[in-house]
């Protein structure tokens, strides 16, 4: 059984930075493309950045060049490193694993239970 727990939630000001972690129970957690998405109130969970098995990364236009997502297969840890905070960046965020296919995701099988991240203006 899968079991994600995000950590790193918190209230920021606007501009400052926050680093998510997501430590992962998968035995054979290199194998999975890992995710993370928020999810902002009132409106439906969105993707934010994903990372496959080659490390390779996709983000969503309002987050590139300000959040990083990044992986380390020996700790079974995904992590998202969120810089220049903005007040809209503010939602729960959901760590997800899933499957990957011909670099392609296929489907986001697994969810942590979120931590809420707070950003003040």
């Known amino acids: 059984q899968v079991q994600l727990v995000e950590s790193g939630g918190g209230l920021v000001q606007a501009g400052g930075s926050l680093r998510l972690s997501c430590a992962a129970s998968?035995?054979?957690?290199?194998?999975?493309?890992m995710g993370w998405f928020r999810q902002a109130p009132g409106k439906e969970r969105a993707f934010v950045a994903a990372?496959?098995?080659?490390?390779?990364?996709d983000y969503v236009d309002s987050v590139k060049e300000r959040f990083t997502i990044s992986r380390d297969n020996g700790k079974k840890t995904v992590y998202l490193q969120m810089n220049s905070l903005k007040p809209e960046d503010t939602a729960v965020y959901y760590c997800?694993?899933?499957?990957?296919?011909?670099?392609?995701?296929?489907?986001?099988?697994?969810w942590g239970q979120g931590t809420q991240v707070t950003v003040s203006s």
């Open positions: 997800a694993a899933g499957a990957e296919y011909a670099g392609q995701y296929v489907r986001w099988d697994n």
């Open positions: 998968i035995r054979t957690f290199s194998l999975y493309a």
């Open positions: 990372i496959r098995r080659s490390g390779s990364t």
